[in-house]
């Protein structure tokens, strides 16, 4: 009879570990599957703004949160801008503020903070306080954003109503979202980048043709007034000029 009880407990054993695999294996296709997504989603986004709403929009609808928040750090100035803010599942606009407390325990550790309980001893020992507008949570997740391996912001998601609210897999999920952002970010700045020097080029090109014009008439010209009259009209022609 024992004996048979060894066998039935070890087939109970096998039974509830297929069902412990199972339900990780569901788990992480619905996480690749939210993954790539937010990555399609991304790869059409070349404006800043538009990468913040996308992910700020996605991350509230997979984690059935209505409390996040995307925060830009300005070290030089020593300012925090917020271009996502979404607070009881409304959009709100909030100011810059100074950059310290939770934001710069973020950019000094460069990890990711997570508080499943006792948030405020937390936010106190940080030094944080609660946003303006908003209130007092009882989970909250931190994810800093990168740049060229520097801290540039970060990714904030709160849960007013209960505690553990962030399980291993909701992190996991969240930092591979918030890498992807960074991509994204750093993609459009590259872009952005790439249009202001094709432009300073385009500029530098228009103005070498005009320089080349106007020497090529001065080159031509031995008296005063012909080239005033060439300079004058070259120049109304340029700035499009009534005087």
Do not use: W
Not at 119 to 125: D, I, T
């Amino acid at each position: 009879v024992v004996s048979s009880m060894s066998v039935a407990l070890e087939n109970a054993r096998l039974f509830d570990e297929t069902q412990r695999l199972l339900k990780v294996t569901e788990e992480r296709n619905a996480e690749l599957a939210i993954i790539n997504s937010v990555q399609q989603g991304l790869a059409s986004k070349l404006e800043m703004q538009s990468i913040y709403d996308l992910i700020g929009d996605k991350l509230s609808e997979v984690l059935h949160t209505h409390d996040i928040d995307i925060r830009l750090f300005d070290a030089p100035s020593n300012t925090v801008y917020y271009p996502y803010v979404k607070d009881n599942g409304q959009r709100i606009t909030l100011g810059p503020s100074e950059f310290r407390r939770m934001s710069k325990y973020v950019d000094e550790t460069k990890q990711t903070l997570v508080v499943n309980n006792d948030l405020a001893g937390c936010m106190e020992k940080v030094g944080s306080v609660v946003l303006p507008g908003t209130q007092m949570e009882k989970s909250f997740a931190a994810l800093p954003i990168f740049s060229a391996g520097n801290v540039i912001g970060m990714v904030g998601i709160s849960d007013y109503e209960r505690e553990n609210a962030f399980s291993e897999s909701d992190v996991r999920l969240l930092q591979t979202v918030v890498s992807s952002m960074s991509v994204a970010l750093e993609n459009a700045r590259l872009f952005d980048e790439t249009q202001r020097l094709l432009k300073i080029t385009e500029d530098r090109a228009a103005e070498i043709a005009i320089i080349n014009s106007v020497q090529e008439g001065f080159a031509s010209k031995l008296e005063m007034q012909a080239i005033y009259d060439l300079f004058g009209g070259k120049l109304r022609e340029i700035f499009d000029a009534q005087g």
